[in-house]
């Protein structure tokens, strides 16, 4: 098999992988369970720098994929796929530091010592791990079809 595509089926299911723990953090959260969420975060965040890194990598050790024959809806599927990811990393980097700024209020401690967290930080801190979250699944669905499309170009590369 096609080294590229081994990578590519990796980083696929490493996304889905970073979605399920999204989701799974964004259900703590709601339940309040504020420590399993931050542990699903942390993994989530961590399997991004690992991705990161893998593709530095990749791109040293294999090179970068030859798009001479992808169609005009795969360049598409695949530059709209990488904003979504782009998205994803600029409002998790800006979810992670308005978290900073809640660690030690009565929203993360469940102290009524500690003081209240402001609510502008906790706005903050939701909507941009929402965006995080949306982008993120949104760049998994597109991921899933430029994952297609690279099958079908190397099946059909291998035929004929």
């Not at 929402?130 to 079809?145: D, E, I, K, Q, R």
Request: proline share 2%; aromatic share 8%; charged share 20%.
């Amino acid at each position: 098999m096609n080294p590229g595509l081994v990578f590519w089926t990796a980083a696929f299911v490493n996304l889905g992988i970073v979605c399920a723990m999204a989701v799974l953090g964004v259900r703590c959260a709601r339940r309040g369970e504020i420590a399993r969420h931050r542990q699903a975060m942390k993994l989530a965040s961590w399997l991004v720098v690992a991705f990161l890194l893998s593709y530095v990598l990749k791109v040293v050790m294999i090179g970068r994929e030859d798009m001479a024959r992808w169609s005009s809806l795969d360049l598409w599927l695949l530059r709209i796929h990488e904003l979504f990811v782009l998205v994803m990393l600029i409002a998790g980097g800006i979810a992670w530091i308005q978290s900073r700024r809640l660690v030690a209020t009565r929203s993360v401690t469940r102290d009524p010592r500690d003081p209240e967290a402001d609510p502008g930080v906790l706005r903050r801190h939701r909507r941009a791990g929402w965006t995080a979250v949306l982008s993120a699944l949104a760049g998994f669905a597109l991921a899933g079809a430029v994952l297609a499309g690279m099958y079908a170009r190397a099946s059909a590369g291998q035929a004929g």
